[in-house]
C-alpha cells in the first residue's frame, strides 16, 4: 500500500501516526466548512443532550457544546486515536461536566433508551456495518421526537464516489435515495433532504 493510499485508509479508522495526522486534518480545512454548514440547516435547543456518533477529532463536540451552551455533548469513535483527540480538544468541557467521550461503536451503541435529543453523524455513515440496524440503534437512543442529522461531503451523485469507494477500504458513498429508504426502514420519520449542489454537500434530517 502507497503512503498516500496509508494515509486515506485511516479516514475509516484512524491509527497510528498516520491517524492522527487525519483526526487533525479532520478538525480543519473542508470539514469545518462543511461541518458549519450542516450545522446551519439544523435548529438545536440551548439545553439540548446530544450524541456525534463517529466524533473523530472532537472539533463537531466542540460546535455543538458552543449551538447547546446549558446542554451535554457526548462523542463516540471506536478509534481510540480519534477518543484522545477528542478528548484534549473538548477538556474543559469534560472537566465541567457538559461533555464525555467514550470509545465504542455505531453498531453497538451502549446508551439507554431516549436519552438524547439530537443524533449526529458527521462524514462517517460511510463506514457503518448493517446500515438500517445502525440506523435503528440511532433511533433507540432517540427522546420521541429527537433528531437525526446526517452531514456527509459527497452525495453519492458526484462522479467522485467511485474513486474514494476504491482507495478506502468499506467505504460506501449513499445517495440522498439511498438515505432515506434506510432510516424509513430503520423506523424514522419526516425525513428532510438539504444539498448544497455545486459541491454535493449533503444533510439529512430524520424524526424518531
Known sequence: MGLVSKFFSNTRKPEGFFG???????????HAKLA????????????????????GGGANIARLLRRAPKGKVTGIDYSP???????????????????????GSAAALPFEEGCF???TAFETVYFWPEI???????????????????????????GNNEK??????????????ELRTHLTAAGFKDITVRREGSRHWLCVTAEK
Do not use: Q
Open 20 to 30: 492522527r495526522m487525519m483526526v487533525n486534518g479532520m478538525n480543519g480545512g473542508g
Open 36 to 55: 458549519e454548514w450542516g450545522l446551519s440547516e439544523v435548529s438545536i435547543a440551548e439545553n439540548a443532550d446530544i450524541l456525534d456518533v463517529g466524533c
Open 81 to 103: 486515536v480519534s477518543v484522545k483527540k477528542s478528548r484534549e480538544v473538548n477538556t474543559a468541557a469534560i472537566a465541567e461536566g457538559r461533555c464525555k467521550v467514550l470509545e
Open 117 to 119: 435529543d439530537i443524533v
Open 132 to 158: 438500517e440496524e445502525c440506523f435503528a440503534g440511532v433511533r433507540r437512543t432517540l427522546k420521541e421526537g429527537g433528531r437525526f442529522v446526517v452531514v456527509n461531503e459527497d452525495d453519492g451523485l458526484s
Open 164 to 177: 474514494w469507494e476504491k482507495m478506502i477500504e468499506g467505504m460506501h458513498t449513499y445517495t440522498p435515495d
